[in-house]
């Protein structure tokens, strides 16, 4: 059915993600009274008529995707006046006449407009046949005077922005290799050609993992024999790119022991003639907390000794609240990891854990601005991430992250199970048994086989680690603990 009108009333919402539906008739004018709106994805649906000239009047739009429609009409000019409008994407529909060279327009890296036959005009780069031109008597001399003038003008400036673009470009990327020496401490260069030979062709028997943007392999340095972890990013995927320049980014300035070490990365053109780009880590023996905490499940032959102790959960968890307080407060501009999950917990071989993969990463302002409850300043947060351990709140989502994985790492129970339903999450479940019944819901392979003089103490362990991470994960965003607060209370336990 039609997205209702009445929509125009949800004066907070921030993102409206409806792709892939069956929603038709047209976008109700009144989408554009949504003054918070950030994001609107309707992409995948049969919404048909025009697009209403109102979602020019969003200011804070940063992605509006209604591809894959039935759209028709003109493209309204006042798309072109959003300034924070970074994607738009308008392909797929059956919009025409001239699009506007205005804004977002004239970035066509950025916008969309493909698979609309009656369009014209627009970026010279959109290569789209040009508008007709329609000459009145009256107006004639003044016409040929226009197209003497104005279309060589015009064009010089379409080539100045064109050859602007590629300039910013070509910085951009001169930026990204010019920073590669500065991840090469004490390491041996290598190159792209290196990386391949060191992961045998990049085979899917060194496939250590695989997430949205990219896929990991194990490899031996041929030069030093150094084991490392070789992330592949699958450029095709749109956002991989983003996705590897947010990593460079968040990782080019921090050095701290429990973040996974960067050695250098590699961007460079393949055989095939593609974009290749890697990043190179140290390689991470144990594997990751997920794997950890699962992999023994079910597994009648492990032996407690494989088990991982409270103690090492605790140091794991610390290793990690030390590494979160490092981003969150010791940076010029705090960093928000946004994707925080045990799969991207690693471990050395001393079992040690060190926070990985931020393709996700987010800088914020400043560390001394506040982080909460302004809307504001999640202006520049998206929600991504793994279903089960994100929140939509910049620092205060890292930090529910952070709590979910806290208490998941002692109950050893995924917060998406099937148990945690209807309510149930696992941090009520904590609740609902705080404190007497804790010792009944932890991992039963913490408590077993202790002495009761030490299961005591290990007890009250237990409840004071639990209490922090049901501060992160229940209190409001503006009441949540800061890391600062969580690391120095478990460094306490
Ligand atoms: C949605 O549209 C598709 C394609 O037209 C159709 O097959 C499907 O039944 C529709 N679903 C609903 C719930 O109407
Ligand atoms: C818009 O949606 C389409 C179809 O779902 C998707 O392929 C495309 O990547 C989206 N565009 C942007 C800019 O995210
Ligand atoms: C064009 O869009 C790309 C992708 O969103 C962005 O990185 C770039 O800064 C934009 N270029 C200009 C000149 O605004």
Same mark, same amino acid.
């Given at each position: 059915?039609?997205?209702?009108?009445?929509?125009?009333?949800?004066? +907070?919402?921030?993102?409206?993600?409806?792709?892939?539906?069956?929603?038709?008739?047209?976008?109700?004018?009144?989408?554009?009274?949504?003054?918070?709106?950030?994001?609107?994805?309707?992409?995948?649906?049969?919404?048909?008529?025009?697009?209403?000239?109102?979602?020019?009047?969003?200011?804070?739009?940063?992605?509006?995707?209604?591809?894959?429609?039935?759209?028709?009409?003109? %493209?309204? =000019?006042?798309?072109?006046?959003?300034?924070?409008?970074? +994607? $738009?994407?308008? @392909?797929?529909?059956?919009?025409?006449?001239?699009?506007?060279?205005?804004?977002?327009?004239?970035?066509?890296?950025?916008?969309?407009? !493909?698979?609309? =036959?009656?369009?014209?005009?627009?970026?010279?780069?959109?290569?789209?046949?040009?508008?007709?031109?329609?000459?009145?008597?009256?107006?004639?001399?003044?016409?040929?005077?226009?197209?003497?003038?104005?279309?060589?003008?015009?064009?010089?400036?379409?080539?100045?922005?064109?050859?602007?673009?590629?300039?910013?470009?070509?910085?951009?990327?001169?930026?990204?290799?010019?920073?590669?020496?500065?991840?090469?401490?004490?390491?041996?260069?290598?190159?792209?050609?290196?990386?391949?030979?060191?992961?045998?062709?990049?085979?899917?028997?060194?496939?250590?993992? /695989?997430?949205? #943007?990219?896929?990991? #392999?194990?490899?031996?340095?041929?030069?030093?024999?150094?084991?490392?972890?070789?992330?592949?990013?699958?450029?095709?995927? /749109?956002?991989?790119?983003?996705?590897?320049?947010?990593?460079?980014?968040?990782?080019?300035?921090?050095?701290?022991?429990? &973040?996974?070490?960067?050695?250098?990365?590699?961007?460079?053109?393949?055989? =095939?003639?593609?974009?290749?780009?890697?990043?190179? #880590?140290?390689?991470?023996?144990?594997?990751?907390?997920?794997?950890?905490?699962?992999?023994?499940?079910?597994?009648?032959?492990? @032996?407690?000794?494989?088990?991982?102790? $409270?103690?090492?959960? &605790?140091?794991?968890?610390?290793?990690?609240?030390?590494?979160?307080?490092?981003?969150?407060?010791?940076?010029?501009?705090? %960093?928000?990891?946004?994707?925080? =999950?045990?799969?991207?917990?690693?471990?050395?071989?001393?079992?040690?854990?060190?926070?990985? !993969?931020?393709?996700?990463?987010?800088?914020?302002?400043?560390?001394?601005?506040?982080?909460?409850?302004?809307?504001?300043?999640?202006?520049?947060?998206?929600?991504?991430?793994?279903?089960?351990?994100?929140?939509?709140?910049?620092?205060?989502?890292? %930090?529910?992250?952070?709590?979910?994985?806290?208490?998941?790492?002692?109950?050893?129970?995924?917060?998406?199970?099937?148990?945690?339903?209807?309510?149930?999450? %696992?941090?009520?479940?904590?609740?609902?048994?705080?404190?007497?019944?804790?010792?009944?819901?932890?991992?039963?392979?913490?408590?077993?086989?202790?002495?009761?003089?030490?299961?005591?103490?290990?007890?009250?362990?237990?409840?004071?680690?639990?209490?922090?991470?049901?501060?992160?994960?229940?209190?409001?965003?503006?009441?949540?603990?800061?890391?600062?607060?969580?690391?120095?209370?478990?460094?306490?336990?």
């Amino acid at each position: 059915g039609p997205l209702p009108t009445e929509v125009g009333r949800a004066k +907070q919402l921030q993102y409206l993600y409806l792709s892939s539906n069956n929603l038709s008739s047209g976008i109700p004018d009144t989408l554009g009274n949504c003054d918070s709106m950030e994001y609107i994805e309707l992409d995948q649906n049969f919404l048909s008529g025009s697009i209403p000239a109102s979602l020019g009047s969003i200011r804070n739009l940063q992605v509006l995707n209604v591809s894959h429609n039935r759209l028709s009409g003109s %493209i309204p =000019k006042s798309i072109g006046s959003l300034m924070y409008l970074e +994607q $738009l994407d308008l @392909s797929f529909n059956r919009l025409e006449g001239e699009v506007p060279e205005i804004g977002i327009f004239k970035n066509v890296t950025a916008s969309w407009v !493909d698979g609309n =036959k009656g369009l014209c005009g627009g970026a010279a780069k959109l290569h789209l046949p040009a508008c007709p031109v329609i000459p009145s008597n009256s107006t004639k001399h003044v016409t040929s005077t226009v197209l003497k003038v104005v279309i060589p003008l015009v064009s010089m400036v379409s080539l100045a922005v064109v050859i602007s673009v590629l300039l910013f470009w070509r910085r951009k990327r001169k930026k990204i290799y010019m920073s590669l020496p500065s991840f090469g401490r004490k390491f041996p260069r290598v190159s792209c050609h290196d990386l391949d030979r060191a992961t045998d062709g990049f085979s899917t028997s060194n496939l250590i993992g /695989r997430g949205g #943007y990219s896929s990991v #392999y194990k490899g031996r340095l041929l030069q030093d024999g150094t084991i490392v972890a070789v992330k592949v990013f699958t450029l095709e995927t /749109r956002g991989a790119q983003k996705s590897f320049i947010a990593e460079c980014n968040a990782l080019r300035n921090v050095r701290h022991r429990n &973040l996974d070490p960067i050695l250098t990365a590699c961007s460079s053109i393949d055989s =095939k003639g593609n974009d290749f780009k890697a990043l190179v #880590y140290e390689f991470m023996p144990k594997g990751d907390l997920h794997a950890l905490l699962y992999s023994a499940l079910g597994d009648e032959n492990t @032996s407690n000794s494989e088990r991982i102790t $409270l103690a090492q959960r &605790l140091s794991i968890v610390v290793d990690v609240a030390d590494a979160l307080e490092y981003l969150h407060h010791d940076n010029q501009g705090a %960093i928000v990891h946004c994707d925080l =999950k045990p799969s991207n917990i690693l471990l050395d071989d001393n079992m040690t854990a060190h926070v990985g !993969d931020f393709g996700l990463a987010r800088f914020k302002a400043g560390p001394t601005q506040s982080y909460f409850g302004d809307s504001n300043s999640a202006s520049s947060t998206v929600i991504k991430g793994t279903i089960g351990y994100v929140a939509p709140v910049s620092v205060a989502g890292d %930090i529910y992250s952070y709590g979910i994985i806290l208490l998941e790492t002692f109950l050893r129970k995924r917060p998406t199970e099937d148990m945690f339903k209807d309510g149930l999450s %696992i941090t009520n479940f904590v609740e609902m048994n705080f404190p007497a019944g804790i010792s009944q819901i932890v991992d039963s392979d913490l408590l077993q086989d202790r002495p009761v003089a030490t299961k005591e103490k290990d007890l009250d362990c237990l409840v004071s680690v639990l209490n922090v991470g049901f501060c992160c994960t229940k209190l409001s965003p503006s009441e949540r603990p800061n890391m600062h607060e969580v690391a120095a209370s478990l460094h306490g336990v």
